[in-house]
């Protein structure tokens, strides 16, 4: 049996994060992405407004025909007296209304990035000045040109799903 699911995004990395999540439960799932507003600022700067968004999308873009719903958000979260912090958050909503939720890895973001992002710069247009790339948060994220692609933006929403549908697991 195949579940339909749609993803608050239409973002390449998201999309391949929630197919390969549903491929590692050995779940078939039909992935959709779909454009949906997060209700939050376009750079998150809290884990609360990070986790309100990534809900948000779900909740945005569950409808008739779809088994679940996916949202997934990137975000930044001061910690003093460490500074500037990467975090990621995924929910998941059923038809019933039912939601999973589930934070991803922590990153210590350079000073020079976090001064930008403090400016109100959002976090794609600074690490793709700061690393001379373009479309970063498409591809590898910012985790992956700070790991030098040992840990990529997709593999962080990967588990974060998994961890968000752990709440439907029977």
């Known amino acids: ?48 407004e990070t986790l309100t968004g990534a809900i948000n999308r779900a909740k ?31 929910a998941i909503i059923d038809q019933i209304g039912e939601i999973g939720v589930s934070g991803g890895h922590r990153l210590q973001l ?18 793709d000045r700061w690393a001379n790339g373009a479309n970063i948060h498409k591809n590898e994220g910012t985790i992956g040109i700070l790991t030098r692609n040992q840990i990529r933006r997709e593999q962080v929403f990967e588990d974060v799903v998994i961890c968000a549908y752990a709440k439907f697991i029977k």
């Not at 390969?20 to 779909?34: L, P, S, T």
Request: proline share 6%; with cysteine; glycine share 12%.
């Open 1 to 48: 049996m195949m579940i339909r699911v749609a993803v608050g995004s239409k973002n390449p990395a998201k999309l391949r994060a929630v197919e390969a999540a549903f491929r590692r439960m050995g779940i078939a799932a039909e992935v959709v992405g779909v454009t949906v507003p997060s209700g939050v600022s376009s750079q998150p700067f809290s884990d609360n």
């Open 60 to 90: 945005a873009a569950i409808s008739n025909g779809y088994d679940f719903a996916i949202g997934l958000e990137g975000g930044v979260v001061e910690t003093p007296p460490y500074g500037l912090f990467l975090c990621n958050w995924g």
């Open 110 to 127: 350079p000073e020079e990035i976090a001064k930008e992002l403090r400016k109100g710069h959002e976090l794609g247009t600074v690490i």
